[in-house]
């Protein structure tokens, strides 16, 4: 069973930082797209960031300059660095792992709040 374990989410004020990771097996980490996902109360699932298995990386135009998605290969990890938050980045993050959309899965989500 393909697991894919978040951490790092909570309650920051405006301005501040965070910084999520995902842990996932190796065979998954190796071959499939990583990215970010989040839903906010009321709206869609929408793509954050995500990055290719060679580093490539495209971002949300609402988040680009101020979020940064990393992987680090001997961890299996990836992460997502989120500085300037603001309180539009409130939402349910969830880790997802994509192979050609053919296969797709997903962490269990972890809640951002941005509130002063």
């Known amino acids: 069973q393909v697991q894919l374990v978040e951490s790092g989410g909570g309650l920051v004020q405006p301005g501040g930082s965070l910084r999520l990771s995902c842990a996932a097996s190796?065979?998954?980490?190796?071959?499939?797209?990583m990215g970010w996902y989040r839903q906010a109360p009321g709206k869609q699932r929408e793509l954050v960031a995500r990055?290719?298995?060679?580093?490539?990386?495209n971002y949300a135009d609402s988040v680009k300059g101020r979020f940064t998605i990393s992987r680090d290969d001997a961890k299996n990890t990836v992460y997502l660095q989120m500085n300037s938050l603001k309180p539009d980045d409130t939402a349910v993050y969830y880790c997802n792992a994509d192979f050609y959309h053919i296969n797709s899965y997903w962490g269990q989500g972890t809640q951002v709040t941005v509130s002063s």
């Open positions: 190796e065979s998954i980490f190796r071959t499939y797209v």
């Open positions: 990055i290719t298995t060679d580093g490539n990386t």
